[in-house]
């Protein structure tokens, strides 16, 4: 049974080397292993587990190492409502995350403040920190976070990130100062 | 000894402080005249009337009448699976009576919200601190006066709040109104 196809990556032929650019590895890099910060705060985090669960299995986009320290996380997915008092431990644990790091606003409560209309209720947790993907439900169904996290990972694919470092701007010439 | 029983036996203790056990629907009330007074009538019920177990405690805010607050104890006997219940009014300018932690322990937290929410403190409390706000949140959230929405604070490095865009609502539904039409959230005037 033949198991690879003669067009593939072929060690054989091509020896130990890939020819790509540096953004384009990096970036494959960074959307196949982005690490979540589970930021539990309301019933969505159970939908959040089931995603992690066997069923659902987000381990499929590279994402199953769950890091319960902002330290070592790239993503926050905030799941659940943030109250006011919450919001300020929640800006803080962001603040620690290292860059590149994303947010996913996960359902409405997170996106908006849902039903919440109150005076306890941050209304929305893009007030805090910068949101890149929003998913409606109340909560989303896991296969809409599994869907967030392959747009995610789209965008990260589709921006340049080394372009901005300062090394590369020195090499390039962009760098007047 | 049933409820009522039990309720007379209050009654007979502390005569004119209490009124007549009333009956609505098979539980049973009674109010206490002298908020001062909750910590003995608490450990009368609990020590001879065997009342072991505290529920609950709630407060009522009655805005617009004097006395403004009713805070509300709910009783219960484990042995003889019997509920009292005793209410007693606090005016707005005291905002202050005896705590019963003393005498039952769960009071603790229950005493903490409703210091939290209404702002009623309890003389004798150990830690009246707030349970479900931080500490230097300035109002008292379920307050007739306090609006829905909230009111705008900020408490540097602690929290803040905004009102929340209430976009015309509160949204009120209506239950067992025709069809779902006539059923779902809306605006509503209170006369309708």
């Not at chain 2, 705008?152 to 039409?181: C, R």
């Amino acid at each position: 049974m033949q198991t690879q196809s003669d067009y593939a990556y072929d060690s054989k032929i091509e020896g130990d080397v890939i020819v790509t650019r540096v953004d384009a590895a990096l970036n494959w890099f960074r959307a196949n292993s982005v690490w979540p910060m589970p930021m539990g705060l309301a019933c969505c985090a159970i939908e959040l587990m089931a995603v992690g669960a066997s069923r659902f299995d987000i381990s499929r986009f590279g994402s199953e190492v769950m890091r319960f320290s902002p330290r070592q996380a790239d993503c926050m997915i905030v799941a659940g409502t943030v109250t006011y008092k919450m919001a300020a431990v929640l800006k803080r644990i962001y603040d620690q995350m290292p860059e590149p790091k994303w947010v996913i606003a996960m359902g409405a409560c997170a996106s908006t403040g849902g039903m919440y209309r109150s005076y306890a209720v941050l209304q929305g947790v893009d007030n805090i920190v910068p949101v890149d993907l929003y998913i409606s439900g109340c909560p989303p169904r896991p296969e809409a976070v599994l869907d967030a996290l392959m747009e995610l990972q789209k965008k990260i694919i589709s921006q340049p990130c080394i372009q901005d470092l300062n090394i590369v701007k020195t090499l390039t010439g962009q760098n007047k100062s | 000894m049933t409820a009522l029983e039990s309720a007379n036996q209050l009654k007979a203790k502390f005569g004119d402080l209490v009124t007549e056990p009333t009956e609505f629907r098979g539980e049973i009330s009674l109010s206490l005249a002298d908020a001062e007074k909750i910590f003995e009538v608490a450990g009368f019920a609990k020590q001879t009337l065997g009342f072991d177990f505290l529920v609950d405690i709630t407060s009522v805010d009655n805005y617009g009448e004097d006395p403004r607050w009713t805070v509300v104890y709910h009783l219960r006997s484990m042995t003889a699976n019997t509920e009292l219940r005793i209410k007693t009014n606090v005016s707005e300018e005291k905002s202050e009576l005896p705590s019963v932690l003393p005498v039952w322990r769960s009071a603790n937290w229950h005493e903490r919200e409703i210091y939290d929410m209404m702002g009623i403190r309890f003389s004798g409390h150990p830690d009246l601190r707030r349970i479900l706000m931080w500490e230097g949140y300035p109002y008292y959230p379920l307050r007739k006066d306090f609006p829905l929405a909230g009111k705008p604070t900020d408490l540097p490095n602690v929290a803040f709040t905004k009102p929340a865009p209430l976009e015309g609502g509160p949204f009120v539904t209506v239950a067992g109104g025709g069809d779902s039409i006539g059923r779902e959230p809306r605006v509503r005037n209170p006369e309708e």
